[in-house]
């Protein structure tokens, strides 16, 4: 099936610091989706991009759809110690239907305080 | 707010048993679906059901199978369960978005 690539794989971070995380496609997507998961929970949805080149936030996360459509980046501000947990980007694949998602393999982030 | 119901957090089973999960949603969606997460691997998708009675497989539905009676209830059934089956499983329901249930642990020994 269609893989979606996220990097890194995982980040130690420092309270305070800025993170930046990214997924890549080898196909376009129409859509692009991040979710967080907590530890023992289920991924919650965070932020939902539609349109190429969109920039949207929702508190200290921002997320961008990437003009080629093939990319996608989350950038979270000044961390905090909540912020820990593994964040997946998803799409619906392939674009035509009623499809599901596909997701990345995930980015663990730890935050140290 | 929707709420997805995974009837186990954690379940041990031994290598052969049938093994069934269950999964309700609570909002009337007509989608649903079982996704599995490894480490290093991510979510990968089981079965898939968008109606009652109707299923799809997903990218890794060998050694399972899905029921769908009803719409608020999708079950993921491990016809003979193996070790390589231990992993956590998520269930999820559709409508606009995508809502995750908490997920069951699942252990084969």
């Known amino acids: 099936g269609q893989q979606l690539n996220q990097s890194p794989q995982s980040m130690f971070i420092q309270e305070g610091e800025d993170v930046s995380m990214n997924c890549t496609s080898s196909s376009i997507f129409n859509t692009w989706l991040w979710y967080k998961q907590d530890p023992g929970e289920g991924p919650v949805l965070l932020i939902a991009l539609y349109k190429a080149g969109e920039l949207t936030s929702n508190g200290r996360l921002t997320a961008q759809f990437g003009i080629t459509r093939k990319d996608s980046f989350l950038n979270i501000s000044a961390s905090i110690p909540s912020d820990v947990g593994i964040y997946f980007c998803a799409g619906p694949f392939p674009l035509s239907g009623n499809t599901p998602l596909v997701f990345g393999k995930g980015t663990r982030l730890s935050v140290i305080a | 707010d929707v709420k997805v119901t995974q009837s186990s957090r954690y379940l041990v089973k031994r290598t052969g048993e049938k093994v069934f999960l269950e999964c309700v949603q609570d909002?009337?969606?007509?989608?649903m679906f079982w996704y599995r997460q490894d480490p290093g691997l991510g979510l990968r998708l089981i079965y898939f059901s968008y109606d009652v009675k109707m299923k799809e497989k997903g990218d890794i539905p060998e050694g399972y199978s899905v029921s769908r009676e009803k719409k608020e209830r999708f079950s993921l059934i491990l016809e003979s369960a193996s070790t390589n089956q231990t992993s956590m499983y998520l269930c999820?329901?559709?409508?606009?978005?995508?809502?995750f249930g908490s997920g069951t642990r699942l252990t084969v020994v």
């Open positions: 909002m009337d969606h007509e989608n």
């Open positions: 999820a329901s559709k409508d606009y978005g995508y809502t």
